[in-house]
């Protein structure tokens, strides 16, 4: 699916280079996000030369706010998520945008979830459509619906991609991703 783009001035289609044929994270978020220099000296400054064993990445375009992206990285021991957001018109000056980073320890992820729908082809063979993954965490939710903690939950990071956005290889490399951290999640970190 296209997406326009909101910028200064101009809306054009967005068709979002493909990121999964790059294994690296520098190559990834330099050919997938807008601001690469950002999110990469905002990783770095956290993952210090750490390895990263795996990440995903997520571009779209939105009609209020404009361009919102993110990469999530694991380096065995953690969740480094990068988020950067345009400001909406006339809650800054024009191009201003927003970048965060959170930290998650691997220790509170309490389950990894990965939810994929499969179409079964004419010839049999089965393709996966659409895969959806959720990371839960055992810190709470900061507040329900209208700030009442009788409806807290748990805290969750959610990721997701079809074959129109993003494709058949962002599809497997995010299922990659949520095997990986998996397989993490429950050791002993060293």
Not at 23 to 37: G, W
Not at 63 to 68: A, E, H, L, R, T
Not at 76 to 81: F, T
Request: hydrophobic share 40%.
């Amino acid at each position: 699916m296209n997406r326009p783009t909101f910028g200064p001035g101009n809306e054009l289609p967005s068709v979002f280079p493909d990121w999964s044929p790059y294994r690296d994270l520098d190559s990834a978020t330099r050919a997938y996000l807008r601001d690469p220099e950002i999110a990469l000296d905002a990783l770095g400054g956290v993952l210090q030369g750490a390895q990263v064993m795996t990440f995903t990445l997520e571009r779209f375009v939105n009609d209020v706010n404009g361009v919102w992206q993110e990469a999530v990285v694991c380096d065995g021991s953690r969740l480094i998520l990068w988020h950067g957001e345009d400001v909406p018109p006339g809650d800054g000056p024009a191009g201003a945008m927003t970048s965060s980073l959170r930290v998650v320890p691997l220790s509170t992820v309490t389950e990894v979830g990965c939810r994929r729908r499969l179409i079964r082809m004419d010839a049999g063979a089965v393709r996966v459509d659409t895969i959806d993954v959720y990371l839960l965490l055992s810190s709470m939710d900061e507040a329900g619906p209208g700030g009442e903690s009788a409806s807290a939950r748990h805290d969750a990071l959610r990721f997701s991609k079809t074959l129109d956005d993003g494709g058949a290889g962002q599809i497997a490399r995010l299922e990659e991703f949520a095997r990986v951290v998996a397989s993490v999640v429950g050791r002993p970190l060293l």
